[in-house]
């Protein structure tokens, strides 16, 4: 039967999304299954009820928030298997419909050169989110961030989310890393997440760095899962929402890096923060605040 597949989640106050992660993992895939709770600091008591409920589930406190790549970087380097070919890294707002980590794996098997493979994502509604992504250049992160929220029709960002297309079975530029199964030789190669991103932008970040290495990302929507994503912004909106654009701004910086470039990442610093800080302000006045 061979080692056991670890599913990894960063928990943080999880709630009642944890139980439903762990309930529907069940039908997910015929693999037995073993799940590392990566634990930031949850204080809801989430995660150590389901360690004590379920029996497949292990809990490891990290010590402090290390942000989702640091957790999640974290959670797998605790695999002690030596066969352990992949690992599942997802949220633990997922809900998985069955059989959908088994087409993961089958797909595994089509694409040898897949270093990271990713479902179809729904929203709680059924909307498909547009979960495999192009890289963003520098002129489409520009023009998505500016008009994104304002005109989301807007042609820099109907290119980087791919809106208009409902992809097959692909390579694509990146996949949500709300739920991602990672071929560990691949995960390694590259040095898992990259722990400077707090939050956000660390999977477009993983993708693009797998594809420089070779390594594909393969888009596989036979594989379904539901995501209630955003409940954590919703909540924070003033951490959540800066974390966003620093991340956006790390990601291109690191992809501008000459000493020549100095202004255009200052421009990009600036013109982040003015971006972050209205979006809190938007955020605050649709609560109520």
Request: glycine fraction near 10%; aromatic fraction near 8%; include cysteine.
């Amino acid at each position: 039967m061979g080692a056991p597949l670890t599913v990894v989640t960063v928990t943080y106050s999880p709630g009642e999304h944890l139980a439903e992660f762990l309930d529907s993992l069940a039908a997910a895939t015929s693999r037995e299954v073993e799940v590392v709770l990566a634990d930031n600091g949850s204080t809801d008591g989430a995660p150590e009820g389901a360690a004590e409920r379920y029996p497949n589930v292990r809990l490891l406190r990290t010590g402090a928030n290390l942000g989702y790549g640091g957790g999640a970087n974290r959670g797998v380097a605790e695999i002690d298997h030596d066969d352990a070919e992949f690992v599942i890294v997802a949220n633990p707002d997922v809900r998985w419909t069955p059989g959908s980590i088994d087409e993961l794996l089958a797909a595994a098997e089509r694409w040898p050169r897949a270093g990271s493979l990713g479902p179809l994502i729904r929203d709680p509604d059924g909307t498909r989110y547009p979960s495999a992504r192009a890289v963003p250049d520098l002129a489409t992160g520009i023009g998505h961030a500016l008009l994104g929220n304002i005109r989301p029709s807007n042609r820099w960002t109907e290119r980087y989310r791919r809106d208009a297309e409902v992809p097959g079975e692909e390579p694509v530029g990146w996949l949500s890393g709300s739920c991602l199964l990672l071929r560990r030789d691949a995960f390694d190669a590259v040095g898992g997440f990259d722990e400077r991103y707090f939050m956000y932008m660390e999977d477009v970040d993983l993708g693009d760095r797998l594809g420089r290495a070779g390594w594909l990302n393969v888009y596989v929507p036979a594989a379904v899962i539901v995501h209630d994503k955003g409940h954590a912004a919703g909540r924070h909106p003033e951490t959540m929402l800066p974390a966003h654009h620093r991340s956006a701004y790390r990601f291109q910086a690191d992809r501008h890096p000459q000493w020549w470039q100095a202004p255009l990442r200052g421009a990009l610093w600036a013109g982040l923060a003015v971006r972050s800080r209205l979006a809190v302000a938007a955020a605050r006045r649709s609560r109520g605040d």
